[in-house]
């Protein structure tokens, strides 16, 4: 079992950043990679990015590449999603995934297996 708690959302002005945090805890943290969502509402959860359990690779959304950056810090147990020149269309709950290392780059919601609770970020125009 692994226990995912996503941290850093809230309000933010088009054009501004945000750094999301998602402590893990339960399982080795170095032995899954990890998974960005977000799901805005009326619509389906959305993979963001994704970052391999060494850190050395990672993969992202079109829609957020060149803006949104991922890293993990496994002494810490920790992911983060930062991001930058945030737009409306951005506007979700975003959620943090844990999953096993049985395919790269897992962009389904059913490539993991773990969950934290998200966390709103909202982006205004």
């Known amino acids: 079992q692994v226990q995912l708690v996503e941290s850093g959302g809230g309000l933010v002005q088009a054009g501004g950043s945000l750094r999301l945090s998602c402590a893990a805890s339960g399982h080795t943290f170095s032995a899954y990679d990890m998974g960005w969502f977000r799901q805005a509402p009326g619509k389906e959860r959305e993979f963001v990015g994704a970052?391999?359990?060494?850190?050395?690779?990672?993969y992202y959304a079109e829609s957020v590449k060149g803006r949104f950056t991922i890293s993990r810090d496994n002494a810490k147990a920790t992911v983060y999603l930062q991001m930058n020149s945030l737009k409306p269309d951005d506007t979700a709950v975003y959620y943090c995934?844990?999953?096993?290392?049985?395919?790269?780059?897992?962009?389904?919601?059913?490539?993991?297996?773990?969950w934290g609770q998200g966390t709103q970020v909202t982006v205004s125009s």
């Open positions: 995934a844990a999953g096993p290392l049985r395919m790269w780059p897992a962009m389904s919601v059913s490539g993991y297996d773990y």
């Open positions: 970052i391999r359990w060494s850190g050395i690779s990672t």
